[in-house]
């Protein structure tokens, strides 16, 4: 792709509530793309439908980003040179380029009233305020130029609307997608600024655009039907040559990849959607998020990649360097992405399993001193985490993995032993636990060593002591070699843990 002018792409979020997955992937490909091109990656907070605006929503899209490790390098907090970086504070710069629209004949004044549209809508159930029927309603199309001008005198309240042209066509090239076109009677006349004087998001959009002269726009899907409103914006304010490409991202879709995915979904299938936890402050609810739910940054930007883009290649793990260095724009796929929380998962393993001990200590030390109240040493702490790492899917796993390393089982699964037990089996313990005593070396091999001669000594079967043992240990049938764990737990706690058991399995 030859590039001409600096890449700018930007993040356009509103602040309406919880960021969904599928924002933070758009974020996510602007940020991929800009870093690849040495440009720069804005946030700009499209807060211009004050109705919909949530206080704290953008603190957490902030905070989302700042988890995923997407720093943008403009934005409202740390300001380039093409501030403000929230619409509401630029809302001044957009009228001139409505009522430009106006004078040319390409836009008009409406003064309808929401009472009349809702009038229309009863009377129309499919009312669309388009070149069928604005001549019908009150604008200054319809209404006679004295009458217009006495209303704007008057300061009668309107909107300003884009005058759609009838019977034409739209198109333009989306970097995904090739050539798409529009026929412009399907779109209505969209309003452009609102009669508070706000820009809707279609003006503010291309003028914010523009004038953070953005090269490139990666957003989803669901941005497509307004692209021949802001295609025809750009004409309009005779901008064409200086419009940014675009690049629609495919939608991500609910497991069964019957539509969109919805946080609806996600609570229905027990699954996040949003990246972070949300509380609506209004009803107090809470709806988890990815990172209360126990994923590792990394895998969730590692499995937000794979949403509709891969290398070619079978790699499925990436680090963020890498995805910079092999992002594609090429590679980016046209149809919706099913997103599969089993495979979430299994990012977030595979990202525990690559994770440093030290990347981890703090969760775990953490985890460990909430469920014991006693202090471990950091040395004894790391070699269980090293042992466990390869089974937990989410580092809060580690507790049910590892707790008998720390705490004595305070149950055994009885019914896996007694079935078989016998007093051979009893005395074995009871013998095996004297010479352990007197093992001079305390290591696994050394244990092992003993135990399973000691078992051919007396004839048994290796395979009818070894769960007993573990057992006797962990409590129940899971965790890593025994012998390492009894390694581990030290010579002491072993002999115990043999004595107390006994009882329990007789
Ligand atoms: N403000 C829009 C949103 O909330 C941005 C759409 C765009 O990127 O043009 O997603």
């Known amino acids: 792709m030859s590039l001409h002018k600096k890449v700018r792409v930007r993040f356009a979020p509103s602040p309406t509530g919880g960021l969904h997955l599928g924002g933070v992937r758009t974020a996510l490909f602007n940020y991929l793309f800009a870093r690849q091109h040495g440009g720069d990656f804005i946030l700009r907070i499209e807060d211009t439908d004050q109705t919909r605006f949530v206080p704290g929503a953008e603190e957490y899209i902030k905070e989302c980003l700042a988890w995923c490790g997407i720093v943008p390098d403009e934005s409202p907090e740390n300001p380039g040179s093409y501030g403000p970086y929230r619409q509401s504070e630029r809302k001044p710069s957009y009228r001139q380029y409505a009522e430009q629209l106006v004078e040319k004949g390409l836009a008009y004044y409406a003064f309808d009233t929401a009472e009349e549209l809702d009038a229309q809508r009863k009377q129309h159930p499919n009312f669309r305020y388009s070149h069928e029927n604005r001549l019908q309603l009150r604008n200054s199309l319809s209404l006679a130029p004295a009458e217009t001008n006495q209303l704007l005198a008057a300061g009668e309240p309107h909107t300003i609307r884009i005058k759609m042209p009838a019977d034409g066509i739209v198109a333009f090239e989306d970097m995904i997608r ?203 702490i790391a070699e269980v985490l090293s042992l466990v790492k390869e089974r937990l899917t989410f580092v809060e796993d580690f507790w049910t993995q590892s707790s008998f390393f720390f705490t004595e089982p305070s149950s055994y699964d009885v019914d896996a032993v007694k079935p078989k037990w016998n007093s051979d089996k009893q005395l074995f313990f009871e013998e095996v636990a004297q010479e352990f005593n007197e093992l001079a070396s305390w290591n696994a091999a050394d244990i092992e060593t003993l135990f399973k001669t000691k078992i051919s000594d007396k004839g048994l079967k290796v395979g009818e002591l070894m769960m007993p043992f573990r057992i006797m240990l962990v409590g129940g049938k899971f965790g890593p070699d025994v012998f390492k764990i009894a390694e581990l737990l030290g010579k002491t706690e072993v002999l115990e843990r043999i004595q107390r058991a006994i009882p329990a399995f007789s």
């Open 178 to 380: 090739g050539k798409v076109s529009f026929e412009t009677n399907l779109v209505d006349d969209k309003v452009l600024l609102k009669a508070d004087g706000m820009p809707t998001y279609h003006l503010a959009v291309v003028v914010d655009d523009r004038m953070m002269e953005i090269s490139h726009v990666f957003r989803g899907e669901e941005w497509l039907p307004s692209a021949p409103v802001h295609l025809l914006l750009w004409e309009y304010l005779g901008w064409k040559d200086e419009m940014p490409q675009w690049a629609h991202l495919p939608l991500i879709l609910k497991p069964d990849g019957n539509g969109k995915l919805s946080k609806r979904d996600g609570d229905r299938l027990g699954f996040p959607v949003y990246a972070m936890n949300w509380v609506d402050a209004k009803t107090g609810d809470v709806t988890k998020g990815f990172r209360e739910m126990g994923f590792l940054s990394q895998a969730f930007v590692n499995m937000l990649a794979l949403l509709g883009w891969n290398d070619g290649t079978e790699q499925e793990i990436f680090t963020a360097t890498e995805l910079v260095e092999k992002f594609s724009v090429d590679r980016v796929s046209k149809a919706g992405a099913k997103f599969d929380f089993e495979k979430a998962k299994w990012f977030n393993h595979e990202w525990i399993k690559k994770a440093s001990n030290a990347d981890l200590l703090p969760q775990i030390n953490h985890i460990i001193e909430t469920q014991t109240n006693r202090v471990f040493e950091e040395g004894y």
